[in-house]
């Protein structure tokens, strides 16, 4: 399920526009084509695509945590794409930028997501996992080309 967020796409095509006035800032206008598209910044949306499995590790091996919420700021062409697992635990971001996918790529720098439990809250980080600079739920990959990131969550 997509939900986009209107004030900051609009802040997007804001930047993206200005970027193309000629305001003698010397950075070069967006360019758009069939696969990607770059702002100013350098960020980069990438015909990439990020999938995996929110896992629950157990004695017997791996079991799959069904509903969990899934967000990935970076995804789509126009950003904030949220996502449910399955009832395996799978989760994706397709990589089709033509279709409206893809991920925001800044070269050199781990991409955040974060994994939640407001369908299913019985889960938690497990302990010694570092989150990212944001919090509990935050997670960085890096992403070069399709990516499989596989999430552990453990129980409260």
């Keep these: 399920m997509r939900h986009r967020t ?3 796409r609009g802040a997007v095509m804001l930047a993206l526009s200005l970027a193309g006035c000629g305001r003698g ?6 360019t758009f084509g069939p ?3 770059s702002a100013p910044g350098g960020d980069i949306l990438r015909n990439v695509g990020l999938s995996g499995v929110v ?6 091996g791996r079991v799959p945590i069904p ?16 996502n449910i697992a399955d009832e395996n ?3 994706q971001f397709p990589g089709d930028v033509a279709s409206g996918g893809g991920v925001w790529v800044t070269p050199g720098m781990p991409t955040e997501i974060y994994v939640g439990t407001s369908y ?8 010694g996992v570092t989150p990212s600079r944001r919090g509990e739920g935050y997670r960085e990959v890096m992403i070069d080309g399709d990516t499989r990131f596989d999430i552990e969550l453990v129980r409260r």
């Design 6 to 8: 209107v004030l900051l």
């Design 25 to 30: 800032t010397g950075s070069p206008p967006a």
């Design 35 to 37: 696969s990607s598209l």
């Design 55 to 60: 896992y629950e590790l157990t004695a017997t």
């Design 67 to 82: 509903k969990a919420y899934v967000y990935c700021e970076a995804c789509s062409v126009e950003t904030h794409m949220f």
């Design 89 to 91: 635990g799978f989760y």
């Design 120 to 127: 299913n809250p019985n889960f938690k980080d497990p302990p």
